[in-house]
């Protein structure tokens, strides 16, 4: 059994096959992960990261060919995969260079006793990861799991299991193994496995939270977002900027987590906003095969996502919605969805109030920054945010009442993103962070060796009913 992915924008060409991996198999597949576990975290630190670096380098050299496959199995414009690719070995690289200051033990001997916290890997890790950018959100888990000394499992989606099935090849101690819900199911109730690492949507992340529930095994979630971007009153935009904003909200066609997935704008400056908006869309946006370098769009995902945009978007037609169609695609063969705006929306909208995942972006107008605050919270989502101002001292005042994992301040979406910041969300939008060193600390947990100083040889000793001293 294989699962045959084909390309979405022409969605007659298949583009490979992976084989499926039964549940039945989990079992050897688990042991001998654990097997190799012991290896792989009794070698030096040092050691483990030589070998992530050469990881590194060999995926940096082959980003060329690889973005080429990514963008026929994702339809994600072939410039961005590259771009995600060369990020991604800047990640990894990152990781190298940190892991030695978190990836230590820290020892104390003094007059409060001898003590030793080590952080320690959990074993096996299994990596459950979506189709949207596999390859820079595999490598947030697999680079600080593997540093760490753990071992990977990573479950690729159905929808983009080529790229990074290749990209494993290049990396140590890491099985790709192919399947559904079922197979999660087993990797997760394992008792070898020690670790969980899910991106993806609400979904899948309550089964995956239940199942390591069940299990009682950890798990960081990196779910969805709905995330509002707010222009306060004195928001002043470049076209450059105009231009990013587009494309914080349509780059891989609007299928990205933190996407700006509302647009709230002072209603006295809607008019100048609209006009200067649709022009940086009109220069920015051009919808087409992804392996044409000059496309900065490509087609939805699946043919069930198209439709269920196309609905999206009729529903907010049939709700009185101005739809404002900002570049068009190629009609005929593909899952090519014309990026929109829809302005004149009410809030309980479906297209306001849930996840769209795709190029339609609600516009939305606001009278005062407390209204324009509650209605960007009122969301049970809360991956990210941004605020726009000329004033940078009161858009971080205003961010702070945002509730969002991370707001950005003037810009929105990957331009926005930082190796030093952690990232992950609030509310439904899941819990436990990637990137940053809170993203190193995911993969390990601290172990403790203590000698209290009153118990070691020729202390004082304590009566026995006592608590410690106040250190
Ligand atoms: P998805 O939830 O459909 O699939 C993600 C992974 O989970 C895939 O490997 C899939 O095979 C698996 N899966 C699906 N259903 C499952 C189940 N019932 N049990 C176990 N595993 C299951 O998500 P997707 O369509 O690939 O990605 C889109 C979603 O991911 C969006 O909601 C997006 O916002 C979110 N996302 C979040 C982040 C983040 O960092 N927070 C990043 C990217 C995407």
């Not at 199995?73 to 990781?95: H, M, N, Q, S």
Request: aromatic residues 6%; hydrophobic residues 45%.
């Amino acid at each position: 059994m294989r699962i045959h992915r084909e390309n979405p924008a022409h969605p007659s060409e298949l583009v490979g096959s992976v084989p499926i991996t039964p549940p039945q198999a989990v079992d050897v597949i688990v042991r001998e992960a654990d097997r190799r576990f012991r290896q792989w975290s009794a070698r030096p630190l040092a050691e483990r990261l030589a070998r992530l670096r050469g990881a590194a380098d060999a995926l940096a050299d082959d980003v060329a060919e690889l973005a080429e496959l990514l963008a026929r199995e994702t339809g994600k414009p072939v410039a961005d995969c590259r771009g995600e690719i060369g990020f991604a070995a800047t990640y990894l690289r990152w990781v190298c260079d940190r892991a030695t200051a978190v990836y230590v033990a820290t020892e104390a001997d003094d007059a409060h006793g001898r003590l030793t916290i080590t952080p320690e890997p959990y074993g096996v890790v299994t990596a459950i990861t979506p189709w949207n950018a596999p390859i820079i959100l595999s490598l947030l888990k697999l680079g600080p799991a593997l540093a760490a000394g753990n071992t990977v499992l990573l479950k690729p989606s159905p929808l983009a299991p080529l790229t990074v099935t290749r990209v494993a090849q290049l990396l140590p101690e890491t099985t790709v193994v192919h399947g559904g819900p079922e197979l999660v199911q087993a990797l997760i109730a394992h008792p070898l496995v020690g670790k969980v690492a899910f991106t993806g949507g609400d979904a899948a992340g309550r089964a995956i939270a239940a199942a390591a529930g069940q299990a009682l095994k950890p798990v960081v979630l990196e779910l969805g977002g709905n995330d509002p971007a707010v222009f306060l009153d004195d928001f002043a935009l470049t076209s450059d900027d105009y231009e990013r904003l587009v494309l914080a909200s349509f780059a891989t066609a609007g299928q990205v987590c933190m996407a700006a997935k509302r647009l709230y704008v002072p209603h006295r400056r809607a008019g100048e906003f609209l006009d200067a908006y649709q022009a940086a869309a009109h220069r920015i946006l051009r919808v087409g095969d992804p392996l044409d370098d000059a496309v900065t769009m490509g087609p939805v995902v699946t043919r069930a996502a198209a439709a269920r945009l196309a609905a999206l978007i009729s529903d907010s037609a049939t709700r009185g919605a101005d739809i404002i169609t900002l570049a068009e695609g190629p009609r005929g063969e593909g899952y090519f969805i014309d990026p929109v705006l829809a302005v004149g929306l009410s809030d309980d909208a479906p297209l306001v109030r849930t996840e769209q995942f795709g190029p339609a972006v609600p516009f939305l107008t606001y009278r005062t920054e407390d209204e324009v605050l509650s209605r960007a919270n009122d969301s049970d989502l809360g991956l990210a945010a941004s605020v726009w101002s000329a004033d940078e001292d009161r858009a971080f005042a205003f961010a702070t009442r945002v509730e969002a994992g991370f707001t950005f301040i003037n810009t929105h979406n990957r331009t926005g993103m930082s190796l030093r910041a952690p990232f992950g969300g609030i509310k439904n939008s899941g819990y436990g962070r990637e990137y940053a060193e809170e993203g190193l600390r995911e993969y390990t947990r601290p172990t403790v060796i203590h000698s209290p100083a009153a118990f070691r040889p020729g202390g004082t000793g304590m009566p026995a009913r006592a608590y410690p001293p106040a250190r």
